[in-house]
């Protein structure tokens, strides 16, 4: 079984500009995240997917982050502008059902704001 | 949110030694899961534990889970130095809202 797969693996750019990020999640798994993982703290979820409605958005920053997932298979992230706290590796994982049996999660994209 | 915190913040060990790290949370629980994260990678999932259930072994790991005290431990047993990495807990209520949170992790390092 393929893994969740996430790129770029490494991004830098410089304040203000914009930047997106794209995850193809195991096939067949209905349910996708975005994580926000600070150097030093645990992910923090930013975006989760049941197919391609949006099932909780509480904690994007909406003003500049954005996320969809068309057709309910691949996601993208875009933030725009970015700042200088928006450095993270940002996370994508996927699991088969909302009542998780355990997520599955790509390898990140380390994201520099400079 | 149902944030699941995990301690020791930091824990060293010698290979061959166990290793144990424990994770509280604040409310009821559908499941409870552990992940490992190696420096610089996505996180892996280690084991569940649903909330009728008191203890689950998979090779080398064991967790227990207390609902009464809103507790669980991950041991790993005769650690080796690929072991070393953060360990997180993370948690389901259940019911129709799910969302999952992490906490800061255990950062585990096992000296060969």
């Known amino acids: 079984e393929a893994g969740v797969a996430q790129s770029p693996r490494y991004k830098i750019i410089e304040k203000r500009q914009s930047v997106a990020f794209w995850c193809n999640p195991i096939s067949g798994h209905a349910t996708l995240y975005w994580y926000q993982q600070i150097l030093g703290q645990g992910p923090k979820l930013l975006i989760q997917?049941?197919?391609?409605?949006?099932?909780?958005d509480s904690q994007l920053p909406k003003d500049r982050f954005s996320a969809e997932r068309l057709k309910g298979v691949d996601s993208t992230l875009k933030i725009q502008p970015a700042k200088l706290e928006d450095s993270a590796v940002y996370l994508c994982?996927?699991?088969?059902?909302?009542?998780?049996?355990?997520?599955?999660f790509g390898s990140g994209t380390r994201l520099t704001v400079v | 949110s149902q944030q699941g915190e995990e301690d020791p913040q930091a824990l060293s060990i010698q290979e061959g030694e166990n290793a144990t790290m424990n994770c509280s949370y604040k409310?009821?629980?559908?499941?409870l899961q552990w992940y490992r994260q190696n420096s610089g990678r996505g996180l892996v999932h280690l084991i569940l534990?649903?909330?009728?259930?008191r203890e689950k072994h998979s090779g080398r790991l064991r967790v227990t889970l207390d609902t009464s005290k809103k507790s669980s431990s991950l041991l790993i047993t005769a650690s080796r130095a690929a072991d070393t990495a953060s360990y997180f807990c993370a948690t389901d209520p259940g019911g129709g809202s799910y969302i999952p949170t992490f906490g800061r992790g255990t950062s585990l390092i096992v000296h060969p």
């Open positions: 997917f049941q197919n391609n409605g949006v099932v909780d």
């Open positions: 994982a996927s699991s088969l059902e909302r009542l998780s049996y355990g997520y599955t």
């Open positions: 409310t009821s629980i559908n499941n």
């Open positions: 534990i649903r909330s009728n259930e």
